[in-house]
């Protein structure tokens, strides 16, 4: 599976990107799909996760303010991003499940879309 991720750019604090990450196989199979960050300097952390039953996790950080969602007819995974925070400046990944591997370590990674927000 290749991912293709995009909508990342700058933005001002308090403002809004939506990512997009693009499969280029059928998805609705896969169960974990994921959404992650690397800060300069930062080790890589999950940022949202969405099984294949729609069920959704978010890091504490940004609970409230991004919400993860998937189109399995489109193969399609997003990252709605509110309120977005200086904090919130990283390459953000996406991520699938690969069979037989575990994830997300052993999933398939996207090329990563930065996102930069100003203060």
């Known amino acids: 599976v290749q991912l293709q991720a995009s909508g990342g750019g700058l933005v001002q604090a308090g403002g809004s990107l939506r990512l997009s990450c693009a499969a280029s196989?059928?998805?609705?199979?896969?169960?974990?799909m994921g959404w992650f960050r690397q800060a300069p300097g930062k080790q890589r952390e999950l940022v949202a996760s969405?099984?294949?039953?729609?069920?959704?996790n978010y890091a504490d950080s940004v609970k409230g303010r991004f919400t993860i969602s998937r189109d399995n007819t489109k193969n399609m995974v997003y990252l709605q991003m509110n309120s977005l925070q200086p904090e919130d400046t990283a390459v953000y990944y996406c991520?699938?499940?690969?069979?037989?591997?575990?994830?997300?370590?052993?999933?398939?990674w996207g090329q990563g879309t930065q996102v930069t927000v100003s203060s």
């Open positions: 969405i099984t294949s039953f729609g069920v959704t």
């Open positions: 991520n699938v499940e690969r069979s037989g591997r575990s994830w997300p370590n052993g999933g398939y």
């Open positions: 196989r059928i998805i609705f199979s896969i169960n974990n």
